[in-house]
């Protein structure tokens, strides 16, 4: 017995196997994530090493160049690029698609590890970490208020940031415009001379008393106790009293070299909101971890912190990826609907009946929500790849079913067959058909998901949802469809009828008739037809070169950045009166929500 016998004679059979199909893809939906694009993991490893106090020849000449020899030994290297900054090296290494990027890291750690010894005192312990676009900023939180810089970073490193990093799925929260307090020390030139004091010496003195060093253990007979050896500078005050050195018998203390302010750090960034001084959270999330469900969980924590914040701290999200990848979604989900509706439709229209429509109709939500248990098996997202798989597969999923549909309605038309012997015999008589139509869209679709390269990767899952899509209409189409027709279809005579409607034979006719006239003026023109196929053909590939090509389509999310460069030497603050003027001119535009 066929498979389709089977479901004809145990309808209760092929409902629950179509259910169970169902009920997987449901639950999978829960656990799918929705993002932009799929993830990709690539093979790049960044290493980055800080050599405070160096300029970029220094850097390139004693770090960059190090690195890069003892890295350039690896195999499967495709790539090795670098940057010298001001005390800062950052070299990356692109590494082919085949390599396993946590390899690539190990292999990296490896080589490098050998030539520590051969950089510059001072150098800070090089960072090596792989490249991961998945890891990348999420959500921008700016804490904004007329207070002073130290107080607002101080507020914004201990309320807002540190909860934020508490959030499950954030990575890390790199603040921006933050000027954290400081004890600055300023000497005095004269005074060193004088009493013969080096800066070195003031520096060897603040980090002997001011430091916090392991004590061990103290035996007090039966009980052992850890000994707590207390030496920082708890005061402003203190700082002044540190001895720097003693000179004929005189301590000659800091107070007596220089001049200690409570002050903050030195300026190096800068943060405004619509002209008020801000301090800017970049909030990054964990690799792996879904955008969306990240950011509402940070939204939900800054709702929760706006009720102790005071009032004249503003807290604004300033940049949501959310917000373009919810909209992107909820549009491509939209189209979807839309088209199986549409679809839904047409059908209509060419076979006239309801009962017929809704039984080819079954197989679009069938097939695209059972879809969803591959996508959540190969950890897919919601993506703008998937979801173009989606609904691309609308209208072809429903093919086999109107094939099917088609042949079962034919015998019991012509044949005045019953419905059950119709779709038995229409199922068997067309199957080799079907499984051919079917088979011959999963060959064009699945090796899309193995082709090479980065491209490959970002096309794996638009491939494999087609495939699977495809597959699950073919199965439904053998089991539900010929079960449904031999249920709900009826024969001439029997209740309203199966097949064609009063009210649209007019425009049966009115198609079979344009169509034939078409068909004849092509049976008589064979050749002209011939040329005009081999036009369509040969004119593809003028229009690919005025299409054009690109990676990524153009997106407007609403936002513009502007990127300016000063004159080198420029510093921060005349960098901020640039900025400011910019910010002015923004503001007056029409539209502009915040700057």
Request: hydrophobic share 45%.
């Amino acid at each position: 017995m066929s498979l389709s016998d089977l479901c004809i004679q145990r309808p209760v059979f092929a409902t629950m196997l179509v259910a169970a199909l169902l009920v997987l893809g449901a639950f999978s939906y829960k656990d799918l994530g929705v993002d932009l694009f799929p993830k990709v993991d690539l093979p790049n490893i960044v290493v980055t090493t800080r050599f405070a106090g160096a300029g970029p020849e220094e850097v390139e000449t004693q770090i960059t160049k190090v690195i890069e020899e003892a890295v350039n030994t690896i195999s499967g290297i495709d790539e090795l690029r670098s940057s010298s900054f001001e005390g800062i090296s950052q070299v990356v290494v692109v590494f082919k698609l085949n390599r396993d990027p946590s390899d690539c890291a190990q292999d990296v750690r490896d080589r490098v590890g050998r030539i520590l010894a051969k950089l510059p005192d001072g150098v800070e312990p090089p960072i090596i970490e792989k490249f991961d676009p998945d890891a990348a900023p999420v959500i921008s939180v700016v804490v904004a208020s007329p207070w002073p810089h130290k107080e607002l970073t101080e507020f914004a490193k201990k309320r807002i940031k540190e909860s934020i990093e508490s959030v499950p799925g954030v990575g890390q929260v790199n603040m921006v415009g933050g000027r954290e307090r400081e004890v600055h020390v300023n000497l005095d030139s004269d005074r060193l001379r004088a009493l013969g004091v080096t800066p070195h010496d003031v520096k060897e003195a603040l980090k002997r008393q001011n430091l916090e060093v392991p004590g061990g253990l103290v035996e007090t007979g039966p009980r052992d106790m850890v000994l707590r050896t207390i030496g920082r500078v708890g005061r402003v005050e203190d700082f002044r009293k540190v001895v720097v050195k003693e000179v004929g018998g005189t301590l000659i203390r800091m107070e007596d070299l220089a001049a200690v302010t409570d002050a903050e750090q030195e300026q190096r960034t800068m943060a405004r909101l619509d002209g008020t001084n801000a301090v800017a959270l970049i909030v990054q999330k964990q690799s792996g971890t879904n955008t969306v469900q990240v950011v509402a969980a940070v939204k939900q924590r800054l709702e929760e912190l706006k009720a102790i914040v005071p009032s004249e701290v503003k807290l604004e999200t300033v940049r949501d990826q959310s917000r373009f990848i919810l909209a992107a979604f909820h549009a491509v989900m939209e189209h979807l609907i839309l088209g199986a509706l549409l679809a839904s439709l047409v059908v209509y229209l060419f076979l006239g009946n309801m009962r017929s429509t809704l039984i080819a109709a079954v197989a679009i939500p069938t097939s695209v929500i059972s879809t969803f248990t591959l996508m959540r098996f190969y950890d897919f997202t919601l993506n703008q790849m998937s979801l173009l798989a989606l609904a691309l597969a609308v209208g072809l999923v429903i093919d086999d079913a109107i094939v099917v549909l088609e042949n079962i309605f034919r015998h019991i038309d012509e044949r005045g067959s019953t419905p059950m012997a119709a779709a038995s015999e229409a199922t068997r008589e067309i199957a080799l058909a079907v499984m051919a139509t079917t088979l011959s869209l999963v060959v064009i679709f699945l090796p899309v998901a193995f082709m090479p390269g980065i491209i490959g990767r970002f096309f794996k899952a638009f491939g494999l949802t087609m495939t699977f899509s495809i597959l699950v209409s073919m199965l439904v189409s053998f089991t539900l469809t010929p079960m449904m027709c031999s249920r709900f279809l009826r024969r001439k005579g029997e209740g309203k009828g199966h097949g064609g409607s009063g009210g649209l034979d007019w425009f049966h006719s009115r198609i079979q008739s344009a169509y034939l006239a078409l068909l004849g003026r092509s049976l008589k023109h064979r050749f002209v037809v011939v040329i005009a196929a081999g036009l369509c053909i040969v004119s593809t590939v003028p229009i690919l070169k005025i299409v054009g090509k690109d990676f990524i389509p153009f997106d407007d999310q609403s936002e513009f950045l502007i990127n300016i460069k000063a004159p080198e030497g420029t510093s921060i603050q005349s960098t901020g009166k640039i900025l400011s003027d910019i910010e002015r001119r923004l503001r007056g535009l029409g539209n502009v929500e915040k700057v």
